[in-house]
Each structure stands twice: as C-alpha cells, then as structure tokens.
C-alpha cells in the first residue's frame, strides 16, 4: 500500500477490525479509541519521516513534579499487593485533596484507587444496573464503556448558543418522562473535548434537579486542577448525597502514563463502591504499588504542586486563547476555552467554501488536513457529533512542557504570557494552527503538497 493509500485507508484516523462471528456481540464493530488510535498513528508517520503535528491524543506537555517524581524513586522497591480500594495513606490523601480543593467532606474508606479513572469508570457501568445520559459532545470512552456492558445510553445533544452545556431544564425533561427509571448521568468539567465549564449557578440548577430524581452523578473532574483561573466548583457542593468524584494524575499531575484514577464515594452509596471494589479484586486486583506511593505526595498538595498548578495554568490559559483568535479568524465560531488543553471549534460557517474543496464531514476535514498539512487532530463526530456538524477537537498539547514551565516558574505568577513567550516553547502546536489555519484559508483551486514534505511553514500572525 502506498502512503497516501494508507493514510485514505485511516479516513476515521483509527483501524477498523473484522467482525468475526465468535466476536462477543457487543465488540462487534467496536473500533480502537479515536484518540489512542491517532496518537498511534501520529507517531508512526513521523517514523515514517513525515512532518505531523500530533493535536488529537489529550496528553498533559507538562513533567511530572519534581517532588513527585523524587517520592516514587523512593518507593520504586515497593513490590507487595497493596489493598483493592488502595493504599490506606493514599486514601486519606484524597480525601484530603478533595476537602481543600472542593470543600467536600470524604471518607477515605469510600475512596477507591484504580489503574487510571478509565478503568473505574468502566467498572462503574458493569455495577450499575440503569439507563446513562450523556451530553454531548462528550469523552470518547463513555459510550464504548456502556456498548460493551450491554447498557442503555442516552445521548443528548447540546448547542454551541449554549456553550454545549447540559440545561437543567433539559435533564428535568428526560427524567419527567419515566421518574422512577433508575439513571446516571456523567458530567464532565472542564470539558473534554471543549475545555468549557459550569457556572456555580448552572451547578446547582443541575444538582436540583439530580436531587428530585434521585439520579448519581458521575462527574469527571480530571481537569478540575487545570481550570484557568483556578476557579474550579465541584457539583457534589450541591448534590453530596448521589455525586461520585472522578480524579486522578494524569491530567493536571502530567502523569498519564502512570496511570492512576480515584472515585470518592458519599456514604449513600456504599453499596455501589462495595461492587465496584468486588470487581476489581476480579480484574486489576491493585494499582501498582510504587505509583500509589508516588500519587500521596501529590495529592498532599502543598507549595510545590501549588506554584507547579498557577504556572501551567497561565501557560494552558495563554496558548488556548491565542489558538481561539487564530481559529476565529480562519472563519470558525468557538468558545473560549476555560480549562483543561482543549478548543472545539465550528467550521459550518464556512461550510461552502469546505463544501468546494469536497470536505463535507468533520471527518473529512480531519483526514485531508493530516493528509495535506500533516495536522492530526479529531472529528466531531468522535464526540458524538452529527458528521455533517464541521466541529472537531484540538488538543493544544504538541509541545515539551519542561522548558515552558522552567522559564514561567521564574516569572511572577502574573506576568503576561505573551506571543513570543508562545512561539519559543510551544512552538509545535503554534507552527501546526499556523499551518491549519493557512490551509483552511486557501482558495479550491489551489493544489498542496502532500504532508511528506518536510518544509516548514513561514510564521504568520492572525488578528494583526
């Protein structure tokens, strides 16, 4: 197969496997994560000696702290089973975290420690018996989980007028239809993949309502540490009876790799974390041991991790607006991202000048962009977009975060992040939205090379 043929062949970024007849049903057809799956592809047309920009995998730039680090040097001997809920400090730990970050009162026996939140997300749907809502757009691995366990899932869709949040009224309507269903609705905020968030106000509308269903709450706060402005509000302030908190390192602690997730339970669910734990003696047995070690001095927060916080977010808050302007001026509508490294923006304004370049879909607009710029990031419809909705997710993480983050630590917290600031040490993701942003603005009837040209892009300057 020739290059070009096989990038054609990867139209939806990811392989697709046969639908072998002793498959269990509910595999069938399911393809490798969108997001695993372009980050695996990026790296191997760069072994390939290709230029790409690697926008689609949702992977913190930065480095693990230091002082993080250093705590799983020394417990690299640790090599026993540690406990299926998880190590008893580290527990308590996250209760801690927990209480200073969000003002909740948790009970470390009702923590539970897993091999990334992914796992106990999905362990949660094995013990759940109950219909899930799902706003979209939404994480890519929330409806998966629920297709392999054989459980209802009812997408409701959200509107860019407003800000893709799920409205009270609208979750009020769902339940009002069948009051006593048993439901469990996931919110998630900052938002993957759009990087918005819920007022204080939108909170507790929701967590009204929740109440007068008696819903649980998944809310996926993975990011909560990486808002802005710092300015995070957990919803289970409002609803601390049915809400399970979501955290863990991989996001705002830059350890993905490490991979380590916590569910906090409220008392009135018990019985649920009890299963959940049942099964992962079942499955995972336990996280391994020297990276729950490492994960309590984390968790411990303290000077280290707070300064670490203020300076990613400043560099995050800096690079997401500039890449919205950039966007917007290309002729896409988005939001201005307000946490996580995430932008989610619109091209149907320019549908027809898309249409005369034959891109119809977000996926045809994220295959002809890698194709002809050697830009990798995802289509709407992998969010659970409409495919004719010209949306997509940019992950504004293709750069070293080591250097940024030295540079920014000895900066006072307040210091503007500026252009030139952006263009030394996140100049990966900056040279892709240039190249991006260029290519969106070209006339039909100009011819691109293909993305085997290793030529670098002129830097050019939107809204100047």
């Known amino acids: 197969m020739s290059k070009k043929n096989e990038l054609h062949a990867s139209k939806h970024l990811h ?37 790409v920009y690697k926008l689609g995998l949702g992977q ?34 996250v209760a801690g975290f927990h209480q200073r970050s969000d003002g909740i009162r948790v009970d470390p026996d009702l923590v539970i420690v897993g091999p990334g939140s992914k796992e106990l997300m999905f362990l949660l749907q094995v013990a759940y018996y109950g219909d899930l809502i799902i706003p979209t757009p939404c994480w890519v691995s929330y409806a998966p989980h629920a297709q392999i366990v054989g459980h209802k899932v009812q997408f409701v869709p959200t509107r860019f007028e407003d800000r893709f949040r799920l409205l009270p009224k609208t979750l009020d309507q769902i339940c009002a239809a069948d009051p006593g269903r048993p439901r469990a609705v996931i919110l998630n905020y900052p938002n993957n993949p759009d990087g918005l968030s819920y007022s204080d106000k939108e909170l507790k509308k929701l967590a009204a309502v929740a109440r007068k269903y008696e819903l649980i709450l998944l809310s996926d706060e993975i990011y909560g540490k990486i808002h802005h402005d710092g300015n995070h509000v957990s919803v289970a302030r409002y609803y601390p009876e049915g809400t399970i908190l979501s955290s863990g390192l991989s996001k705002w602690c830059g350890a993905g790799g490490w991979r380590l997730g916590t569910f906090a339970f409220p008392p009135s669910l018990r019985w649920l974390m009890e299963a959940i734990a049942s099964l992962a003696s079942e499955t995972f047995t336990s996280t391994s041991a020297p990276i729950q070690y490492a994960a309590v001095r984390a968790f411990e927060g303290g000077k280290e991790i707070d300064d670490y916080l203020v300076h990613v977010r400043r560099i995050l808050k800096a690079l997401g607006q500039h890449i919205t302007a950039c966007l917007r001026e290309a002729g896409a509508r988005l939001h201005d991202p307000e946490g996580a490294f995430y932008v989610f923006p619109d091209f149907t304004p320019i549908a027809d000048k898309l249409a005369a370049r034959h891109i119809h879909t977000s996926q045809d607009l994220c295959r002809r962009a890698l194709e ?93």
């Open 15 to 51: 392989p697709i496997h046969t639908n072998h007849v002793s498959l269990n049903l509910n595999v069938r057809g399911l393809a490798r994560s969108a997001t695993v799956a372009i980050n695996e592809l990026s790296n191997r047309l760069r072994l390939e000696g290709r230029t």
């Open 372 to 464: 002809e710029v050697g830009v990798a990031f995802l289509p709407g419809s992998d969010f659970g977009r409409p495919p004719a909705e010209l949306t997509a997710r940019i992950a504004y993480v293709d750069f070293d975060g080591a250097p940024a983050l030295t540079v920014a630590l000895a900066q006072a917290p307040d210091t503007p992040v500026d252009e030139a600031f952006l263009r030394e040490y996140c100049a990966n993701t900056m040279a892709a939205v240039d190249r991006l942003c260029r290519w969106i603005l070209e006339k039909p009837s100009r011819r691109r090379r293909s993305s085997t040209s290793t030529e670098t892009p002129r830097e050019i300057s939107y809204g100047k």
């Open 60 to 93: 913190s730039p930065f480095p693990v702290p230091e002082c993080v680090v250093e705590r799983l040097r020394q417990n690299a001997h640790q090599k026993d089973y540690l406990e299926v809920q998880g190590l008893k400090a580290l527990r308590e730990a």
